[in-house]
């Protein structure tokens, strides 16, 4: 059975940092595109982020360009979100996936349960 693991989420105060985890069990992706969505209270699930499967192409959202930083260790097989200058609007429960698709934009077969992160001002 597979399943995405989601793990560093806690309570960080604006301007703060969080490193999001994200291990896959059950098989590895080494060849697929792997992202983070996130979903505010209220809202849709938006995305966020995706790095294709060298790590060497990177996607975000405009609204978290310059803050954040999506990296993966096929090694360890493990997708990070690297998220500095939080925001009170970046509370949300984010979420790991992975999709086959190089662009990373759509496509997500797998997803994991979730991590919240909730900044505070």
């Known amino acids: 059975q597979v399943q995405l693991v989601e793990s560093g989420g806690g309570l960080v105060q604006a301007g703060g940092s969080l490193r999001l985890s994200c291990v896959p069990s059950?098989?590895?992706?080494?060849?697929?595109?792997m992202g983070w969505f996130r979903q505010a209270p209220g809202k849709e699930r938006e995305f966020v982020a995706a790095?294709?499967?060298?790590?060497?192409?990177?996607y975000y959202a405009d609204s978290v360009k310059g803050r954040y930083t999506i990296s993966r260790d096929n090694a360890k097989n493990t997708v990070y979100l690297q998220m500095n200058s939080l925001k009170p609007e970046d509370t949300a429960v984010y979420y790991c996936?992975?999709?086959?698709?190089?662009?990373?934009?759509?496509?997500?077969?797998?997803w994991g349960q979730g991590t919240q992160v909730t900044v505070s001002s």
């Open positions: 790095v294709n499967w060298s790590g060497g192409n990177t």
């Open positions: 996936a992975v999709t086959p698709r190089a662009d990373g934009r759509s496509g997500y077969v797998y």
């Open positions: 059950g098989r590895t992706f080494r060849t697929y595109t």
